[in-house]
């Protein structure tokens, strides 16, 4: 079956949808839709082994739960089964039951099925069709449906829940983070992932694979399909984990339809609740939503990183609250075997935010360092825009591993993967391109984009048609660790400051915070609060009146020197007996100063330059460079009175993969320009012309 059926298959469920009008929004549709196309599927299955499931129940009936699944598992050949003498065809017989057959149907599931249904909240959309007699149109439809193995195989069936989720959620309108990936982009996924593994072919291998935010399971299965095409007698185990019971529900049918153990698949919140703790995994993939909130599990993620630090998942470091992509990662590298049990490789897919959202020292970068300073970021791969069904944004693919080869040591490979696609017949949602699979006549740009990353090429060129143009263009380019990253220093000059005592300036200590406090009070007591402000603004109004007499014997004299502008000032206090304490000399100093380039250096009490806040800058300066030669060359000439604060000396990384990228394009011919420029001066005119002889008429 080609895809296009599987598209022609979904949409024909999706038509069913036309009996819910009315009763249902475009946007719940997928309620009905999805489990009953699971139910479907099950009873399509089942439906050879019928009669013989319930004689072989009839001889273990009242045995343990483990025995009954044992012996009735061995006639139905998967591990799941039904004991009800109804099916899609015998429900219809009986229209004015059909509500209660139904869910005594469901009901009568082996225990794994039944769970699936109750996180499918199904009772509640079969209760609601019956109240508004459409249960038993919607039922005869689906029986009309030949959803069984010999018509449709397990991976086409994956293909079809597929499809059918991604028309859901397009008519849901939900967010751009909870996207559903592309087929496509699962496949160069698991390419990238797994290409470089020789052992696979083996015979019996086993390996583990792992999606913490697995949806409805198609990373697993596309991986699954992989290992199995190399070599059948392969054994991968699937696990993952997804919050979402739609979509929890929909991969753990999957997984029972094909056989592999279901109670791998968990429910539930990754970071909150980590449903493989001390499990480590061979290969792991995910598809984390993009810049959503982690808010909601701030509270428990902030207590591990702190409690635990580096034995936990995320003792790097914890990126911005809106957007948790990078947890997803570090949840990942957890989970890495250690190298001397053969290690493990991840693929991960982010939009652009982790590749530089962060300052040095802040969560994000610290991630970065982490990761790369234990050289685990392999490679990084640049998708097509408008690649994912219901955003437009650019999106990468981030190999990580503890176990580079030998060459690729110390490295990290960036890919230019953004003109790899073709245009798509027909948009999906914001899906206007694809990238080539080799099927039905297409490019295979999947095993291009692989074979770029197996050659590990510097500065690899490709040739591409742009806007009808033929281009060579750079599509890989493979740089040292330290490239991506820098030392942040921070650049400080000396405050220089004027002091004078002039009315203008002595008014400006009303707006000083700590010379308004002097008149407030936080006691309860109502008269000695009063009272304290009272006073606060006598002492005010006493300052006021001791630097106006300070102006007035100096002249209101420009001080240069802030020292020497003490020594004045503290004669005066002495003589008024004012006693200033130390808040509010700052205030004073405050008010009474003025920046001032000519101005005498402020020093502090070991004679030391003081940093100006105003003036402080910050430089990036690459590893590989020297501080203090960037700064003898690049700041020093210019500012020659600077100095570097080495204790706010941070270090960062980022991976600003469009730069290096980047192509320079030269401005059109000025002559063009002016050419096309009068061709639109003589249109509009034209236009103008029409307009105004039709209102002549």
Wanted: aromatic share 10%.
């Amino acid at each position: 079956m080609t895809v296009e059926t599987h598209r022609q298959m979904a949409d024909f469920i999706w038509d069913i949808c036309n009996l819910l009008r009315g009763p249902y929004k475009r946007n719940e549709y997928r309620k009905v839709i999805l489990p009953l196309t699971v139910l479907r599927r099950f009873d399509c299955i089942l439906a050879p082994t019928k009669q013989a499931t319930l004689e072989r129940y009839s001889q273990y009936k009242g045995k343990s739960q483990s025995i009954v699944d044992a012996k009735v598992q061995e006639v139905t050949g998967v591990k799941f089964y039904n004991l009800s003498k109804l099916d899609f065809q015998r429900l219809l017989d009986d229209a004015n039951q059909i509500a209660p057959n139904l869910n005594s149907y469901i009901n009568n599931f082996s225990p794994n099925v039944r769970e699936i249904f109750v996180r499918f909240e199904f009772e509640d959309e079969i209760r609601k069709m019956a109240e508004k007699n459409i249960l038993y149109q919607v039922i005869k439809k689906f029986s009309t449906i030949d959803l069984s193995p010999g018509r449709i195989d397990n991976l086409q069936m994956g293909y079809i829940f597929e499809e059918l989720i991604r028309i859901g959620a397009e008519q849901s309108n939900e967010e751009a983070g909870e996207h559903f990936t592309p087929r496509e982009v699962i496949k160069l996924m698991v390419d990238l992932l797994l290409s470089p593994e020789d052992d696979l072919a083996q015979s019996f291998k086993v390996k583990m694979i792992y999606d913490p935010a697995c949806g409805t399971g198609g990373m697993l299965s596309e991986a699954e399909q992989y290992i199995k095409q190399l070599n059948e007698d392969a054994q991968p185990h699937l696990f993952g984990q997804d919050w979402n019971d739609e979509a929890w529900a929909i991969c753990r049918s999957d997984m029972l339809i094909k056989g592999h153990d279901e109670e791998k698949i968990k429910l539930g919140d990754s970071f909150t609740k980590d449903a493989f703790p001390s499990e480590r995994f061979d290969y792991m993939l995910a598809n984390p939503p993009f810049g959503v909130s982690w808010k909601q599990q701030e509270k428990y993620i902030k207590r591990e990183a702190e409690s635990l630090g580096y034995n936990g998942r995320f003792g790097a470091g914890l990126p911005r609250v809106n957007d948790g992509a990078l947890l997803f990662l570090q949840h990942m590298v957890s989970k890495m075997r250690p190298v001397n049990e053969d290690g493990s490789r991840i693929a991960i897919v982010f939009n652009g935010s982790p590749l530089f959202t962060g300052d040095a020292g802040g969560g994000e970068s610290e991630i970065r360092r982490w990761i790369i300073e234990n050289d685990w970021l392999d490679a990084i791969v640049a998708l097509p825009d408008q690649l994912f069904y219901n955003t437009g944004i650019s999106t990468y693919i981030w190999i990580v591993t503890n176990r580079k080869s030998k060459t690729r040591k110390g490295k990290i490979q960036l890919i230019d993967g953004r003109n790899f696609w073709i245009q798509m017949k027909k948009s999906l949602g914001n899906k206007r391109k694809q990238i080539g699979d080799g099927e039905e006549n297409r490019p295979n740009q999947i095993a291009e984009i692989t074979g770029i990353y197996d050659r590990f090429q510097n500065d690899e060129k490709a040739k591409f048609t742009i806007d009808g143009k033929e281009k060579e263009l750079p599509v890989s380019k493979v740089f040292d660790n330290e490239d991506f990253g820098y030392n942040k220093i921070t650049v400080e000059r000396p405050l220089r400051l004027n002091f004078q005592a002039t009315a203008e300036r002595i008014a400006l200590l009303d707006g000083i915070s700590s010379f308004q406090n002097i008149a407030s009070s936080n006691k309860k007591d109502e008269n000695v609060r009063l009272k304290e402000i009272e006073a606060g603004e006598q002492r005010q109004q006493a300052i006021k009146d001791m630097l106006k007499d300070f102006g007035k014997a100096h002249n209101e004299k420009l001080y240069n020197d802030r020292k020497s502008f003490l020594l004045d000032l503290r004669e005066v206090d002495k003589k008024k007996e004012m006693k200033l304490n130390a808040s509010e000399l700052k205030a004073i100093l405050e008010a009474l100063s003025e920046r001032d380039e000519t101005a005498e250096i402020c020093r502090d009490k070991k004679g030391d330059p003081e940093p100006d806040p105003q003036l402080r800058d910050t430089e990036m300066i690459p590893l590989k460079e020297s501080i203090q030669t960037y700064f003898e060359r690049e700041v020093l000439p210019h500012v020659p009175d600077a100095w570097i604060d080495h204790s706010k000396t941070k270090v960062g990384y980022e991976i600003p993969l469009n730069k290096h990228f980047f192509q320079y394009e030269p401005p059109r011919d000025l002559e063009l320009i002016e050419e096309e420029l009068k061709d639109l001066e003589k249109d509009i005119l034209g236009l103008l012309k029409e307009v105004t002889d039709s209102e002549s008429i």
